[in-house]
């Protein structure tokens, strides 16, 4: 099923892509809030999450239409998504992965409710993934703060408290 296979397979893509910076930055470099999980819970949620989205817009491509706004929402909302990891894995940049990610929350949330709009399932479907946006947006707001040091140079620098 493509509506699955896509999210599942372009962030299978993006994670391998930053999994040298995970293990050559995040995890032996940057200081972690108590509450942040493990490395690998995040690479399974992830999996999760792209399956569940996947099957929400499944629901709403096949009622709504593969080429409706609600879908045209879904695929902006996807790009967003993957653009994260690079921005603060690849490039260092976690204030810059920090505004992206508010972006990210916002387009979420908006996709949310136009999935409802057409499929309320579609759009309960879609409430997992916002909860987990809104605690990696925490999360990537920690490391920011916590960790200027570790930054690209050309990173937002956090005001100091």
Do not use: C
């Not at 099923?1 to 930055?25: D, E, T, Y």
């Not at 695929?75 to 603060?88: E, R």
């Amino acid at each position: 099923m493509m509506s699955i296979g896509v999210p599942l397979a372009l962030g299978q893509v993006v994670g391998l892509a930053s999994l040298p910076a995970v293990f050559g930055w995040y995890i032996p470099k940057l200081r972690k809030p108590s509450w942040a999980p493990p490395a690998p819970i995040f690479g399974q949620t992830w999996a999760v999450l792209y399956g569940v989205m996947g099957t929400a817009s499944y629901l709403v491509g096949k009622q709504a239409g593969w080429r409706s706004y609600p879908m045209g929402v879904y695929a902006a909302q996807l790009l967003l998504n993957l653009a994260w990891q690079p921005l603060f894995f690849l490039m260092k940049r976690p204030g810059v992965a920090q505004v992206e990610n508010a972006a990210l929350f916002g387009a979420v949330a908006y996709t949310t409710v136009e999935f409802w709009k057409v499929n309320v399932t579609a759009g309960k479907l879609m409430l997992p993934y916002l909860a987990f946006v809104a605690y990696a947006n925490a999360l990537n707001y920690r490391f920011w703060k916590d960790n200027p040091e570790e930054s690209s140079p050309h990173d937002i620098k956090p005001k100091a408290a």
